[in-house]
C-alpha cells in the first residue's frame, strides 16, 4: 500500500520509503493477533525502446510571428517500470483487546488492519 514518503539512512545515503506491506504472522482466533511490516523504496528504470517517425514541420507562432522549423524523425519512445528496490524498515506489531474486536467486525479487515498499523507507526497512507 502506498504510503506518505519517509526519510530512512541506509547505507550512507537518505532513502524515501513509500511501500508499507503489512503481513499476519499469527493469529489465535480469539484476541490476539500479531503482524510483519515492512516499508520498501521504489526505484524508477526508465527503458528506450525505439519508434520511428518521419521528419516533419513544426510550425510555432510567438508573439504573432509565425516560424517553420524541421523536425528530425522521433526514434525514442521510454518505458518506465516501477520496481521495489530496498526495504528500509521492517518489524512486528501485536493487536489486542478493543482494536481487537473493532478489526473482527470491519466491513472490510484488511484495509482496517493496514489504516490502523499506519497509525501506530505514524505513517499516512496515499
Not at 511490516?37 to 528504470?45: D, K, L, P, T
Amino acid at each position: 500500500m502506498k504510503i506518505q514518503a519517509i526519510s530512512s539512512w541506509q547505507n550512507g545515503q537518505e532513502k524515501l520509503g513509500t511501500e508499507f506491506n503489512l503481513r499476519i504472522i499469527n493469529d489465535n482466533l480469539l484476541d490476539s493477533a500479531s503482524f510483519y511490516y515492512n516499508i520498501c523504496s521504489e526505484e524508477v528504470s526508465h527503458i528506450a525502446t525505439n519508434i520511428i517517425a518521419p521528419p516533419s514541420i513544426l510550425t510555432t507562432i510567438l508573439d504573432g510571428v509565425e516560424t517553420e522549423t524541421e523536425v528530425a524523425e522521433v526514434t525514442e519512445n521510454v518505458k518506465i517500470i516501477t520496481t521495489y528496490a530496498q526495504q528500509l524498515v521492517d518489524g512486528n506489531l501485536s493487536i489486542s483487546g478493543q482494536d481487537y474486536q473493532d478489526w473482527g467486525k470491519a466491513s472490510d479487515i484488511n484495509l482496517w488492519a493496514y489504516e490502523w498499523a499506519a497509525a501506530k507507526l505514524n505513517l499516512v497512507l496515499v
